[in-house]
């Protein structure tokens, strides 16, 4: 028995091949480790994946990893090495040469192909050497490239306490600590501080974001009296947010759909759904979707906004009446067309690899009203599009931007099409009001690119090689 999932009046809903066209979800170890500092990455794969993640990764060579490949041989995938002895292996040489506090198995292809129970392995590993083992699937036949960050953070979700775990000596600790923290300010201050904040219930955020991203929104929520009590995941494992049932909980990626499910219906935690704070008109109806579920009457958001998109009027004077095409990659599209049309640009049609209608519900109604008060027309959304199929409309729309995924990228470049880079939206900080301009930033860079060819008169060369 299947359920119809609502869907906003009005848009257009396609689905083509059934496939994946995307970056391999494994690669969300390139930014997850880096934000759960206290953790250890073991991707159980092949020398594929290997390959993968040493390119995928290049670009973080100064910084210290905090992953590492469990290769698996011809005696692994053909069942003659135990498993168990082989993971235990690896698990202590990591615990004796990195001791985290935590350690989290990928799954590859390769892993569900060959049906490895890592699921089942793990418990009792975690108890033979006394270090807590998260298992995340991040295949890329099931998920597809953002997804990984969905599966560690719903595998993650479960392992958050009830209840906040203070044993006399901490609470003693962190009264000292509050203490010097406080020493020297007048007991006003202090007072004031925290009656800045309006009584309402706690509310832990979800989805992974650099350190200062994290600053700024939990501060946007500040000025409007809102108290964040946590993010998930937490700087460290160990300082992972509390989730009693009750909690609110809000996301800020698309992509986390399946971490917003076993939050409502493992935690009993109550989802917010709201765009996601991405371009100034989704922060601000992030920020005002929360504010209304805690009855507080949001102030200074329309100045706020208003700032902002004139602080990028040269960025939009380039994108005005341009066409953007997205092939789909890191389910970030909708929301990435959304405020694009709102800087006044077109979009015909919006490829993505997977959509949940139900979590990105409050996106695709904000998508719809922002075309209806842009006065374009609305997009054809295309679940797991086809790539050839994609193509061809490329040829017929002529669209001056075509953002997508790297293996279409120089092949659409030869043939005169400019493009972008969807995974650079991914790994660029495009949260919040002041990373707006970012996102300008990237989507501008081949226009302003063919305008600087063009005054140097190389633009008819290139018409005439990509005739070649």
């Not at 108890?127 to 997804?147: C, H, K, M």
């Not at 995941?233 to 609110?248: C, D, F, M, N, S």
Request: proline share 6%; hydrophobic share 40%.
């Amino acid at each position: 028995m299947t359920v119809a999932q609502p869907q906003p009046e009005g848009l257009t809903f396609e689905c083509e091949t059934g496939n994946y066209h995307t970056f391999c979800p494994i690669s969300c170890v390139a930014w997850l480790y880096q934000k759960i500092e206290d953790s250890f990455f073991l991707v159980i794969g092949t020398k594929t994946c290997g390959y993968f993640l040493q390119n995928a990764m290049g670009v973080m060579i100064f910084a210290e990893p905090r992953y590492a490949m469990a290769e698996l041989e011809e005696g692994d995938i053909s069942a003659k090495l135990n498993d168990y002895d082989e993971l235990k292996r690896l698990c202590l040489q990591i615990k004796r040469d990195r001791n985290p506090s935590v350690i989290i198995w990928i799954g590859t292809c390769t892993t569900e192909i060959i049906k490895t129970d890592l699921e089942g392995l793990a418990p009792k590993l975690e108890s033979e050497i006394g270090i807590p083992i998260v298992v995340a699937r991040a295949n890329g036949l099931d998920y597809a490239f953002t997804q990984g960050e969905d599966t560690v953070l719903a595998a993650m979700a479960a392992r958050c306490p009830d209840k906040a775990p203070v044993a006399e000596t901490e609470k003693n600790e962190r009264n000292a600590i509050q203490k010097l923290m406080n020493f020297g300010r007048q007991k006003e201050d202090v007072a004031q501080e925290e009656s800045e904040y309006v009584n309402h219930p706690p509310l832990v955020l979800f989805g992974s974001l650099p350190d200062p991203v994290v600053t700024n929104l939990t501060l946007e929520l500040k000025k409007q009296g809102i108290k964040v009590s946590g993010w998930l995941p937490a700087k460290r494992y160990t300082e992972l947010p509390v989730l009693e049932e009750g909690y609110y909980v809000a996301g800020v990626n698309p992509f986390l759909s399946r971490t917003a499910t076993t939050l409502m219906r493992r935690r009993k935690c109550k989802l917010i759904g709201a765009p996601f704070p991405i371009g100034p008109d989704g922060t601000r109806a992030w920020i005002e979707k929360i504010c209304s579920v805690f009855n507080i009457e949001p102030k200074g958001l329309d100045e706020r906004e208003a700032q902002i998109w004139a602080s990028m009027e040269d960025y939009l004077q380039i994108v005005r009446g341009k066409s953007v095409f997205f092939m789909g990659d890191n389910l970030l599209e909708v929301s990435l067309a959304r405020f694009l049309i709102r800087c006044g640009m077109t979009c015909p049609e919006i490829g993505i690899p997977y959509m949940d209608k139900r979590y990105q519900d409050a996106e695709l109604r904000l998508l719809e009203k922002t075309c209806h008060e842009m006065g374009v027309p609305l997009p054809t959304i295309v679940e797991k599009p086809d790539n050839y199929n994609q193509i061809q409309r490329i040829y017929e729309l002529k669209p001056d931007l075509v953002i997508t995924g790297m293996a279409h990228a120089n092949p659409l470049e030869a043939r005169g099409i400019n493009t972008k880079w969807s995974v650079e939206f991914t790994f660029a900080q495009m949260h919040g009001f002041t990373n707006a301009r970012d996102i300008l930033e990237l989507v501008t860079r081949p226009l302003r690119r063919n305008n600087s060819l063009k005054d140097l008169g190389w633009d008819k060369l290139v018409k005439e090689d990509a005739k070649v």
